[in-house]
């Protein structure tokens, strides 16, 4: 059985840090990319980063120079560190396993003014 749990989320000041975790099982994690999607209330959900199996990263504009994706193969999780954050990163953060397309439940974030 797939899942992707996500955890880490919270309410931060704005400016503040927030770590999200993504802990996969049932999936070959090694071999798939992993990204980071996020979607604010009344918006489309946006990418926000993605990670190969070869460690390639690529950012959204809005994120890049704040947020750093990793992985942990050994461990089966993804991380997001998010820095400096802005009230407009407020949204859901979901975990998507491309290998199969596989999502996680989501953990929100809220960022205050």
């Known amino acids: 059985q797939v899942q992707l749990v996500e955890s880490g989320g919270g309410l931060v000041q704005a400016g503040g840090s927030l770590r999200l975790s993504c802990a996969a099982s049932?999936?070959?994690?090694?071999?798939?990319?992993m990204g980071w999607y996020r979607q604010a209330p009344g918006k489309q959900r946006e990418s926000v980063a993605a990670?190969?199996?070869?460690?390639?990263?690529n950012y959204a504009d809005s994120v890049k120079g704040r947020f750093t994706i990793s992985r942990d193969n050994a461990k089966n999780t993804v991380y997001l560190q998010m820095n400096s954050l802005k009230p407009e990163d407020t949204a859901v953060y979901y975990c998507?396993?491309?290998?199969?397309?596989?999502w996680g439940k989501g953990t929100l974030v809220t960022v205050s003014p």
């Open positions: 998507n396993a491309r290998l199969g397309d596989y």
């Open positions: 049932g999936i070959f994690f090694s071999i798939s990319t």
């Open positions: 990670i190969t199996s070869l460690d390639s990263t």
